[in-house]
């Protein structure tokens, strides 16, 4: 799709105003319902756009990304912009600086039409924990769209941006990717930088595109991708353009199938996509191998505390003094307490919300005293098995299948009850993040669920820094669907 549009570009067939302006009457027309944007920034984009085709009228080479319009995940500052992270503690925050990737992007020519929704400073699976707003699924406005990702997975599926970038701390990109019906990659930790990005789980947390396409993810990643001594987890990419990699050749790739996320618990129609996905890539040359990640079943719970303690730690910073709170009928001031304590405890209880708190307190018990070898450095440990089992693993394979998500969307308030049922559903994206590795979620097919098709993605985690192997097989696929 954005080859398409470059080449349209080029030709004069379209200009960069006329195709923003499309995107923002899709925005007008539709996002009244879906929900999938916080702030549109229809001037911003009009101006961005219309410098690409003063670019085009002087006969200059523009970029493949130049003048095509995405969106932004709204934890990512963006300069002179409102960036919320879906919370009401950060609900005056303009941000002063530009997000590392935001400016590559825009380096790039892209234009921004906006910040998209997201569960609260990324913390869920579904972006029903946003303190503004509800986004819904496009394909069944009754479901999720998953999370925290959710705004911008939503934007590319209904049309209203070409492309999104999302954070994935645990699989907030490729699990709204499944439900959602495209493609999300996590790239592997520290190849893309995080500066400007409001921090979740700052060892886990990694940026990456959303697209319709694995070429299109494969183009806006090679943006955004690189060094950045902003950061100093990032390594340097050397201008690679992931894009040329995708020759639709898998033959002789082996893929590793783990036991461990093909048990039994797996809904019987995600097992039959799956089963049929395997047959797909075999019938394209590559050679699947039933492996073992041993480590797999104590994922989830190290998540689970690594994350949360993490969280508590970063979220510190976030007293309501510094930053914007929002002031409704209930509060006339905040802060207004009697001690400075009392201002801060005051201002967090209104600020955040449920799942927010709950993660707040989970991490700061495993990090307290007397608590912290049991929990906090216990998980550490296991952590370093879970990276030795893919370490293990790519002696044998190049790349490990799995289904992304264990079921398709569910119903909104479905979970919201049982937070356990909910982290449930990052069962097979967790394990990436720990281990750091890449891995991307693309459309492996559909479940009939009350007259919908109801998407269910498959998932490719791949070597450390090898990001092509991922992106040229989950194309393949996609080139054969």
Known sequence: MIRELHEKLKKGEVTAVALTEEYLRVIEEKDGELGAY???????????????????????????????????????????????????????????????????????????????????????????????????????????????????????????????????????????????????????YGRVSRSGLLAMASSLDQIGPFARTVEDAAIVFSRISGYDPKDVTTAESDGKRFEDCLTGDIRGLKIGLPKEYFSESLDPRVRAIAQEAIRRFESLGAETVEISLPHARYALPTYYIIMPSEVSSNLARFDGIRYGLHIDDRVER????????????????????????????????????????????????????????????????????????????FKFGAKTDDPLKMYLSDIYTVMANLAGVPAISFPMGTVEEEGKPLPVGGQLMGKWFDEETILRAADAYERRA
């Open 38 to 188: 916080l702030t549109v920034l229809g001037d911003d984009a009009r101006r961005a756009a219309a410098l690409v085709d003063e670019k085009i009228a002087r006969g200059e080479e523009i970029d493949l990304l130049e003048g095509i319009p995405g969106a932004i995940k709204d934890n990512m500052c963006m300069t002179g912009t409102r960036t919320t992270a879906a919370s009401k503690i950060l609900d005056n925050y303009i941000a002063p600086y530009d997000a590392s990737v935001i400016r590559k992007l825009k380096e790039s020519g892209a234009v921004i039409l906006g910040k998209t929704n997201m569960d609260e400073f990324a913390m869920g699976s579904s972006t029903e924990s946003s303190a503004y707003r509800q986004t819904k699924n496009p394909i069944d406005p009754t479901r999720v769209p998953g999370g925290s990702s959710g705004g911008s997975a939503v934007a590319v599926a209904a049309g209203e941006a070409v492309f999104a970038l999302g954070s994935d701390t645990g699989g907030s990109i490729r699990q709204p990717a499944s439900f959602c019906g495209v493609v999300g990659l996590k790239p592997t």
């Open 334 to 409: 905040i802060p207004g307490s009697g001690t400075l304590l009392e201002t801060y405890l005051d201002s967090r209880a209104y600020g955040f919300g449920e799942e927010v708190k709950r993660r707040i307190m989970l991490g700061t018990y495993a990090l307290s005293a007397g608590y912290y070898d049991a929990y906090y450095k216990k998980a550490q440990a296991v952590r370093e098995l879970i990276r030795k089992d893919f370490a293990d693993a790519w002696k044998s394979v190049d790349v490990i299948f799995s289904p992304t998500a264990p079921e398709p969307a």
